[in-house]
């Protein structure tokens, strides 16, 4: 008991005096997720937008693909970009493993599927209700797709906050293509999962402290986000 | 600028599931004037008025525009029964249709502006569009369809849940674009509307065209039992 009690204690202390390796570590966590929301969302707005109001032959399987890779394991699709970007795989003369990039890799792999769905959806009830009226004022494809997106601008931030509240808590996968090195591909989840191995708390539940207040910040503002949607009713 | 009009139908059937919703329907849509397109409930007016816009594909038969098809959809609107309204500002709604068309944002809201004082909404132009009362909203709707000055305007009963205030301001704006020379197709189910707008009057019974005549002709000398039972007041089923 008293051992968490001092845990908790330095974990404080580490927070108010923005420790340089908790302060490193959080950042390199936040560079990691976000450039893999941004990454993700990329593509997976327009993809949303496709298969909301497009009639393709492909559309069903891309749909079905989707929501199998959005159950899949994070340690799954960790050891898939370990094998691709291993020395002896097709990308590893390009010498990502173990490096930053490819723990945004394996998490645009992880949030693209979710964003994408949630994107679909909310997408695909606004293109119901705009889709006489788009056909009507003779809007070109790429009108409507921009159309869609820009006024279903709060739900995709929702979609995207969601992408960002997985990415950050990820631990399999970018424990597997980081390796967790200390200086390098050292972020919040997997640097918790080492110290409490060795016994050293203090670190582990200072980020997790930080941790926690991201994740909330990020419930906080979707709430708000669908709050605000449900009641301006547009 | 060359014509869309006229516009032809020829032998145009519409079918859902087996069923027969419209036709054999033969016509022209020629130039300048006000067409009623009049009938009961479920007669398919709804549904004739989509198949000439392009929204509902014939099952047999072809509707055709004298111009290309890209330039025959560009130079029509349409007023839904329910109006649509993006989910944007009132000002928003009416630039839409411009911007969409590569018109600069500081000349639509320009034309826009000028459009909101005629329909004497200024003063809502930042307010949510879905936001204005149903009179209203039909207003902008309105003013959205007509705001790139379209050769064609079909209206879909544009005044069916419309008080009478609010259906005199439409019935205005409606009076001016055709006499600004915008072909109108008009359907309604309201005796009185037809009477007071109508050119000629095409009359729908269970998907088929029962008369198609100058309203004068049509009001003062109908050739149908259906049409006399309807002109009478009584019920048409
Ligand atoms: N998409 C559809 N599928 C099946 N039936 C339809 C469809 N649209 C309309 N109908 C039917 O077609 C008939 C004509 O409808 P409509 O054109 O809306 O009539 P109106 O506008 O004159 O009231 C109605 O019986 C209606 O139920
Ligand atoms: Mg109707």
């Given at each position: 008991m008293l051992e968490i009690w001092l845990g908790i204690k330095s974990a404080f202390w580490l927070i108010v005096t923005l420790d340089a390796d908790l302060i490193e570590i959080a950042c390199r966590s936040l560079v990691v997720t976000l450039s893999a929301v941004a990454i993700a969302a990329a593509i997976a707005l327009p993809l949303g937008a496709w298969l909301a109001i497009g009639r393709y032959r492909f559309r069903r399987l891309v749909i079905a693909v989707l929501n199998a890779l959005m159950g899949l394991p994070p340690v799954v699709v960790g050891l898939v970009v370990y094998l691709m970007l291993?020395?002896?795989?097709?990308?590893?003369?390009?010498?990502?493993?173990?490096t930053p990039w490819a723990m945004i890799i394996a998490q645009v792999i992880i949030l693209t599927p979710l964003i994408a769905s949630i994107a679909h959806q909310s997408i695909r009830d606004l293109w119901a209700e705009y889709h006489d009226l788009l056909i009507s004022l003779n809007t070109s494809r790429s009108q409507r797709i921009k159309t869609l997106l820009w006024d279903s601008r709060r739900a995709l931030l929702t979609a995207a906050l969601a992408g960002f509240g997985r990415g950050i808590g990820e631990v399999g996968a970018i424990m597997i293509?980081?390796?967790?090195?200390?200086?390098?591909?050292?972020v919040m989840t997997t640097a918790i999962a080492l110290e409490t191995s060795k016994g050293d708390f203090a670190l582990a539940i200072g980020l997790g402290f930080v941790l926690i207040a991201m994740a909330f910040a990020v419930n906080i503002t979707i709430h708000m986000l669908s709050g605000t949607e449900v009641r301006d009713r547009w | 600028m060359v014509s869309i009009l006229p516009l032809s139908l020829n032998d145009v059937t519409v079918e859902r599931d087996g069923k027969r919703?419209?036709?054999?329907v033969s016509l022209d849509i020629r130039a300048d004037a006000l067409t009623i397109v009049l009938g009961?409930?479920?007669?398919?007016k709804s549904t004739l008025l989509r198949l000439m816009h392009g929204l509902v594909k014939p099952t047999s038969g072809r509707v055709r525009f004298a111009a290309p098809r890209g330039e025959a959809y560009a130079h029509q609107a349409f007023v839904f029964q329910t109006p649509i309204m993006l989910r944007r500002t009132v000002l928003g709604n009416l630039c839409y249709p411009l911007t969409a068309h590569g018109i600069s944002h500081a000349e639509a809201e320009k034309k826009a502006l000028t459009w909101l004082k005629t329909l004497g909404l200024?003063?809502?132009?930042?307010?949510?569009?879905?936001?204005?009362s149903g009179g209203e909203r039909q207003k902008l709707a309105l003013a959205r369809a007509l705001i790139r000055k379209p050769e064609l305007l079909f209206l879909d009963?544009?005044?069916?849940?419309?008080?009478g205030a609010a259906t005199q301001d439409i019935e205005r704006l409606i009076g001016e674009a055709r006499a600004g020379g915008t072909r109108i197709l008009m359907a309604t189910h309201d005796l009185g509307q037809a009477r007071r707008l109508a050119d000629d009057v095409l009359f729908l019974h269970h998907g088929e065209v029962l008369e198609h005549a100058p309203a004068k002709a049509f009001f003062?000398?109908?050739?149908?039992d259906e049409v006399k039972a309807f002109l009478n007041g009584d019920l048409v089923i």
């Open positions: 291993s020395r002896s795989g097709p990308f590893g003369v390009m010498g990502l493993l173990f293509v980081g390796g967790n090195i200390d200086h390098a591909t050292r | 919703l419209l036709g054999p009961p409930n479920g007669a398919g200024d003063g809502h132009e930042t307010q949510r569009a879905s936001q204005l009963e544009p005044c069916a849940n419309l008080d003062e000398a109908p050739q149908t």
